[in-house]
């Protein structure tokens, strides 16, 4: 597979800071977009139209508790046409999660349906006022761009719905690459579809482990875009802006 190092999975890869950028890959919520309200929010108004009444507060908690204790959205070795469903149960058991001190909950089936769907329209969603500038920038120095995302199939319609699609000329999502950030092989496979060695490619996303540190240790550039920055960068790239992402393809 193109760009495949020799180094360990979980050894960082150096890599020259002299090497051309011919490729920059997005990681996307939280990077590109964002819930246009907080995710407790909707699950709180959704779940009262199917009969239960919990703060926002509480399951916005709840949620990123789930979310970062859940297994990775990724299906290996699956057929495609097994793979919808297979998101759809995925965050299904997620949800569920998130309402166990809420049990019994008689609509749940109902209740996640309205929510699945909710998260799928475009209007749940929004860019970060900068990207259009960003991607701009970038394709004007001729790189290409993609997007390497922890997400599943519904994040295509999704950017399309906000204009974004034809900015990249691929989106992988985890879970049809079968791999799911920080494991470097969902970073090979975009560099095998592109043919770029690692050191050509830049990864930005707002995850230290996943983007961040997943990227490096692939031998990508990777880029942490931190726009509530505190404290030292530690020699790390971090950004608070996305259209400082083209400072970085240079130094």
């Known amino acids: 597979m193109g760009g495949r190092t020799k180094a360990s999975a979980n050894m960082p890869v150096e890599i020259s800071s002299r090497a051309h950028i011919k490729a920059v890959f997005f990681d996307a919520a ?19 139209k199917h009969g239960i009444d919990v703060s926002p507060g509480e399951l916005n908690g709840r949620f990123h508790v789930a ?9 290996p070795n699956v057929e495609n046409s097994a793979i919808e469903a297979l998101e759809h149960a995925w965050w299904k058991t997620l949800v569920r999660k998130v309402f166990e001190p809420w049990q019994p909950f008689e609509k749940f089936d109902e209740f996640f349906d309205e ?18 500038d ?32 034809s900015w990249f000329e691929e ?7 079968g791999h799911a950030k920080p494991d470097r092989r969902i970073f090979e496979a975009a560099l095998h579809r592109h ?22 240790a692939a031998g990508l550039r990777g880029i942490l875009i931190d726009r509530a920055p505190s404290g030292a960068s530690n020699g790390e790239r971090r950004i608070a802006d996305l259209r400082d992402v083209v400072k970085h393809l240079t130094d």
Request: zero cysteines.
């Open 171 to 177: 989106i992988y999502v985890s879970s049809r690459v």
């Open 30 to 48: 939280g990077t590109l977009i964002k819930t246009v309200r907080k995710v407790g929010e909707s699950y709180a108004e959704i779940a009262a």
């Open 67 to 75: 979310f970062h204790g859940a297994a990775p959205l990724a299906f």
């Open 195 to 216: 043919g770029l060695a690692a050191a050509n490619a830049a990864h930005v996303g707002d995850s230290e482990e996943n983007d961040l540190r997943g990227a490096n």
């Open 134 to 165: 960003t991607l701009a920038a970038l394709k004007d120095r001729g790189v290409t761009l993609a997007v390497i995302s922890n997400f599943d199939s519904r994040l295509i319609g999704i950017l399309d719905g906000l204009d974004a699609r």
């Open 115 to 132: 929510l699945f769907g909710y998260f799928s329209r475009p209007q749940a969603w929004s860019l970060f006022p900068e990207v259009p």
